[in-house]
């Protein structure tokens, strides 16, 4: 079976700092592909950032970069220098490359970026 | 170009009634998911199609039913509307295999 665990429901954080929010998944598959997308309140889903299983390189996006622990099977998301839009849901995904390459998601961490 | 387009926005139905929740994509993208999302919850795979004429089961497919008789459209039939069917509905689509989904802004269905 394949679960998605992201232990912390809310957070918050102050405008123009950074915050990490975490993800630990689990999958007997070696080939995957972990994603973090956000919902703001307008619901819809936008990908943030993808990190592919096989790279060892963390990815990166403007203010947005992961911590990809493979062993460990953890991958975080660090948003730097966070502003007010960066308020919404995110949740951590992941796609095994097989079968229908749906994506199986986390329960989400709903973040609060304060002025 | 629309991108993923999901009608209607907002729909409440009878316990029993049926409906069709709508979507379409203007990518020419072969696959197409859709999703449900129960409060508090990740989004779970209802039916995926990798091309027209082609559908399959997700993880939770009981009292739904699909179709994809065009790559652009890709209807979620409900029959028997359940009070558990209670959620938003998403559709998705990718290029191929192995690459992001792209998202449509969702249908928020109620059944009382």
């Known amino acids: 079976a394949q679960t998605v665990t992201q232990s912390q429901p809310e957070m918050s954080v102050q405008e123009a700092e950074t915050v990490t929010l975490s993800c630990t998944y689990d999958t007997s598959e070696s080939n995957y592909y972990l994603f973090w997308y956000k919902q703001p309140p307008s619901r819809q889903m936008i990908l943030v950032i993808r990190q592919e299983a096989y790279k060892q390189q963390n990815a990166t996006e403007n203010r947005f970069s992961v911590n990809f622990q493979k062993a460990a099977k953890s991958f975080s998301l660090k948003i730097s220098d966070s502003q007010l839009g960066d308020t919404a849901m995110y949740f951590c995904a992941f796609m095994i490359l097989t079968g229908a390459n749906n994506l199986f998601f986390g329960t989400g961490t709903r973040l609060t970026v304060i002025p | 170009n629309a991108g993923v387009t999901q009608t209607p926005k907002f729909r409440i139905l009878k316990i029993g009634q049926s409906m069709t929740l709508q979507c379409t994509q203007d990518m020419n993208h072969n696959y197409m998911y859709w999703y449900r999302q129960d409060p508090g919850m990740g989004l779970k795979l209802i039916y995926y199609?990798?091309?027209?004429?082609?559908?399959d089961k997700g993880e939770v497919p009981n009292g739904y039913n699909v179709s994809r008789s065009t790559t652009e459209d890709f209807p979620l039939r409900l029959e028997l509307a359940a009070p558990s069917q209670t959620s938003v509905y998403f559709c998705?689509?990718?290029?191929?295999?192995?690459?992001?989904?792209?998202f449509g802004p969702g249908t928020r269905l109620t059944v009382t």
């Open positions: 199609s990798v091309g027209a004429g082609i559908t």
């Open positions: 998705a689509s990718s290029p191929r295999l192995a690459y992001e989904q792209y």
